[in-house]
């Protein structure tokens, strides 16, 4: 493994932990806020965002799906020596996936839990090439009257909040900046 | 239902205080130290390893010491603590032939290579209390005999190797969880074996005795029990080879069960198995002799209605933690239940008492 | 200091020495480690972390894998500042400072100061082990019996 794979990890692991795991729960809990996170530097083609993300919400218990161009040794390797998750070749069996929106699609190819267990589902890390506020609009649980976000395909998630219980939540990341779409939020389409 | 109750502090922190001072007992004593826990309470220590299903013989005495001796407490210590710790993996499957046995005995064979070792058994021994240990100081001293080189192999091996056993074949598939899954039935064999060797010792115990007493007999003989040491080897994903981590003392036990053949299988001999961490012996063969009464199914035997062999039985109530978290919070605050089952009593003598008063 | 090539490090070499620094005592490993002077200068690619690790067995000692519980095990990874060489350790138990110490011996067994660290270090834990293994089997052989079946009359 090379020695860059062993680098570039949460500075302070107890701390800057917490305080990202943080910052996702609250991305989460209150969709269309954008927050940053800047805690990892990652191999490229991986924001600092969504390596972060990868850093707090991934161990040996979680298999991840590099999707695309994400798919690299250097990603490999990183995530190896970080998470010790487990890499998948595909969608069908991930609990995390990572990468652009035209190489994840399409959001029924993923676990989406059963009416017992709707946790065991799967969560999207979307790259976007830029998070900014404003786009489609949202409504539901943790969101005052309304919010948006520039969904990459408005429908799709549409599809897939009309699942709820079932379905995959997803975060999206550009750069240092995290938002959040549950599966649990109406989109306005 | 339930209500939460309010207030208490002082008194709790008070009698969490004396708790303190009645671990310590008599202070003019020396304070027992958590090494001496380890060393000399060893097979005390072993199962809270065990049950408490983490393999750390320090913690284990910590617990024991902090529990005052209260075995199922110390479990419930080292089971709260795992919890907190990332789980950095899964090892391969340890390799019991390459076991450094202390102890390796046969009850079917004889003259069986490697031959039988005692090791340090309380068989044999008059079971009579040595007063000598009252007294301090002593030093024994083991003899010893020049020792053969190299693992001993398994019994049942020799077994196998004519077709008078149930094959074990070897697989590589990701076993189930119980600790990142509930345990859901049916249970798969591997699911049975994680739950019994974290499983109530007594529990087990009991449940084995009534297979050999009639409930489900199975007609185990000890083929072969082992204690001693293994490596425990893991695929470390940065170094993209395995290493040995460390190395563990087990306790496994192989029963040889008379099965003359059923709808589905030939007579031939069957086979139940327990391992458990650090050196357990009634545990392992007991969790041998209810591995065994639980695979009537796959064995294509009849159900007999016996409790060892009803999975949901076994399982759901093996685990002295989930027993006694049920068990003991009954002694906890249930001040509103109760007084709606007084009400209720009180309704209903007072609807008799009024049917009674009609009649008259 | 200087980093040995990829091929210089053998694979089953490395796999033997960690295995024995995983094993080892931690204390008699700190006194060897004291022994030899002066730690490196480093930087830690992973802090010393504890955590557990599944052991699994096999149904009938060769079938399909169950879980059987879990070990305490601390982890730690160095880069040393020298030469940049890195060490990884995972080690049994919950001491820091055995895993800091395996991952620094690992780390140094890559360079030109092996030699260095299997004199003092690696060859008396080796030998601490297989004597500790060596009085067990003795006591074990000491107990080994033979047992007789006794002949009854037939007839």
């Known amino acids: 493994m090379d020695a860059a794979s062993l680098t570039g990890g949460l500075r302070d692991p107890a701390r800057d932990g917490a305080r990202a795991f943080r910052a996702a729960m609250e991305v989460m809990a209150r969709p269309g806020t954008i927050a940053t996170l800047d805690h990892a530097a990652p191999p490229a083609p991986l924001s600092a965002a969504a390596g972060t993300l990868l850093l707090v919400l991934c161990d040996p218990d979680t298999p991840v799906w590099l999707a695309g161009a994400c798919e690299t040794g250097a990603v490999r390797d990183w995530l190896a020596f970080h998470t010790g998750a487990p890499v998948v070749a595909g969608p069908g069996d991930c609990a995390f996936a990572v990468g652009r929106w035209d190489a994840l699609t399409p959001l029924d190819a993923y676990p989406a839990g059963t009416p017992e267990y709707p946790d065991r589902s799967a969560t999207l890390i979307v790259e976007l090439d830029r998070l900014l506020p404003g786009g489609t609009v949202l409504e539901g649980p943790g969101i005052a009257v309304q919010a948006a976000l520039p969904l990459p395909d408005p429908a799709a998630f549409a599809a897939n909040a009309a699942r709820f219980p079932l379905g995959v939540d997803t975060f999206f990341t550009s750069g240092t900046h995290v938002a959040a779409l549950p599966r649990s939020t109406k989109v306005l389409v | 239902m339930y209500v939460a109750v309010k207030g208490g502090a002082r008194a709790i922190a008070n009698a969490h205080a004396w708790l303190a001072e009645e671990r310590r007992g008599d202070p003019t004593l020396p304070d027992l130290t958590v090494a001496q826990v380890r060393e000399q309470m060893a097979l005390a220590v072993n199962r809270v390893m065990a049950e408490g299903s983490l393999y750390d013989p320090d913690l284990a005495a910590l617990a024991i010491k902090q529990a005052r001796g209260d075995l199922i407490e110390a479990i419930f210590l080292i089971r709260a603590y795992r919890t907190t710790l990332p789980r950095f993996g899964a090892s391969r499957p340890i390799d019991t032939a390459a076991m450094a046995c202390d102890r390796r005995i046969s009850a079917t064979f004889k003259d069986v290579p490697g031959g039988q070792v005692l090791g340090p058994t309380f068989d044999y021994t008059h079971r009579l209390l040595d007063f000598a240990l009252a007294a301090e100081g002593i030093t024994p001293d083991a003899p010893r005999a020049p020792a053969p080189a190299g693992p001993v192999p398994h019994v049942t091996g020799f077994l196998n190797r004519e077709g008078l056993i149930q094959p074990e074949p070897e697989t590589d598939a990701t076993p189930p969880d119980l600790t990142r899954e509930p345990l859901e039935l049916p249970a798969d064999r591997a699911l049975r074996l994680q739950a019994l060797a974290r499983a109530d010792e007594g529990f087990l115990l009991g449940l084995a005795y009534s297979t050999q007493r009639g409930y489900a007999r199975n007609h185990a003989f000890v083929g072969e029990l082992r204690i001693g040491a293994v490596a425990v080897e893991m695929d470390i994903p940065e170094l993209g080879f395995a290493i040995e981590i460390g190395e563990i003392t087990v306790t496994e036990c192989e029963t040889v069960n008379q099965f003359t053949g059923s709808k589905t299988e030939p007579a031939q001999f069957t086979r139940g198995y327990g391992l458990v961490f650090g050196q357990t012996e009634r545990k392992s063969i007991a969790m041998a002799l209810v591995d065994r009464a639980l695979r009537w199914q796959e064995l294509g035997e009849d159900f007999v209605g016996a409790p060892a062999q009803d999975a949901e039985f076994v399982l759901y109530h093996a685990d002295n933690i989930q027993a006694t978290g049920f068990l003991e919070h009954i002694k906890l605050p249930h001040y509103v239940d109760f007084q709606s089952e007084l009400e209720l009593i009180r309704k209903l003598r007072r609807g008799v008492e009024a049917g009674a008063e009609g009649t008259e | ?155």
């Open chain 3, 1 to 155: 200091m200087s980093m040995r090539s990829e091929e210089q490090v053998d694979t089953g070499a490395r796999r033997d020495w960690m295995g024995l620094l995983a094993r080892a005592d931690p204390s008699r490993l700190a006194a060897l480690w004291d022994r030899m002077g002066d730690t490196p200068g480093h930087d830690l690619l992973r802090a010393p972390e504890i955590g557990a690790v599944m052991v699994r067995g096999r149904a009938g000692a060769t079938g399909a894998p169950f879980n059987l519980g879990e070990m305490t095990v601390t982890r730690c990874a160095v880069r040393l500042s020298a030469c940049g060489t890195v060490g990884h350790a995972y080690v049994q138990g919950r001491d820091r400072d055995h895993a800091r110490t395996a991952a620094l011996a690992d780390a140094l067994m890559q360079t030109d100061a092996a030699p260095r660290v299997r004199d003092g270090l690696l060859d008396p834990l080796a030998a601490a082990e297989t004597a500790a293994r060596q009085s067990r089997a003795e006591k074990a052989a000491a107990t080994r019996v033979e047992f007789l079946t006794l002949v009854r009359g037939e007839d």
